[in-house]
């Protein structure tokens, strides 16, 4: 299909995905392959992958991960942005962090989600997107008036762990469960659970994702 087509405006969204995370791809795919309102017109796994599919599939709406194995995805981003002026870019990525964010956005993104929606709901954010709106992250939304408020009003007071939660914290980023840090601190799952909840509770936030965000960009742990 031709590049310069102008994307359907009739009731089918037509979806392109760059992402190599297979088991994240298969559950996407899975749900599209449900939806009355969309079909799934490629997949790429690749930078390079992702940057021939522009040659040969046009979509209404474009899925890109950041971290691909041969390269960025912002990379398949700026492309598609000039090569289809009318298509709607979103990333969804595991980064979170404010060079991935500006650059995506600057390289023509319209919305950016971190990998931590069910795939239902990211079908419901696709449809958005489609109609015009731009999805963001609560998190990475925050990142951003954060960036463009004035430094004065930029709350740099970081948050007060106990020795025992920045402990459960250090766990929770290298991957651990909840059972597992039980184990290794040698704690009931029970305190574990408190611990995490008060975590939550000082950083302000709701998964471990927005923690491990939150506590790096608050300097709680290494960026």
């Known amino acids: 299909m031709p590049s310069n087509q102008t994307p359907s405006e009739g009731s089918q969204i037509r979806i392109a995905l760059v992402e190599d995370d297979v088991n994240f791809q ?3 795919t899975a749900a ?50 000039a090569r289809w002026p009318a298509c709607n870019i979103m990333v969804s990525t595991a980064f979170g962090d404010e060079t991935h964010v500006m650059q995506s956005l600057e390289a023509g993104a319209s919305g950016y989600l971190l990998k931590d929606s069910t795939p239902e709901k990211l079908l419901q954010e696709i449809r958005s997107l489609h109609a015009g709106g731009s999805p963001i992250s609560p998190l990475i939304a925050r990142q951003i008036l954060i960036r463009f408020r ?28 909840s059972n597992e840090i039980a184990a290794l601190m040698s704690v009931s799952h029970h305190t574990v659970l408190t611990y995490v909840r008060r975590i939550y509770a000082k950083l302000e936030v709701k998964s471990r994702t927005e923690a491990i965000y939150e506590a790096r960009h608050q300097g709680l742990l290494p960026r």
């Not at 449900?34 to 599939?57: F, I, N, Y």
């Not at 970081?158 to 402990?167: D, H, I, V």
């Open 26 to 28: 298969n559950a996407l």
């Open 150 to 177: 004035p430094a004065a009003q930029v709350r740099h007071q970081a948050a007060t762990l106990s020795a025992r939660e920045q402990e459960v914290l250090e766990f929770i980023t290298k991957g651990f469960s």
């Open 32 to 81: 599209i392959e449900t939806a009355p309102d969309m079909t799934l017109l490629g997949v790429a796994r690749t930078r390079s992958q992702g940057l021939q599919m522009l040659d040969h599939t046009l979509a209404d709406v474009l899925l890109v991960d950041l971290g691909l194995p041969d390269g960025s995805g912002i990379d398949v981003i700026r492309a598609a942005h």
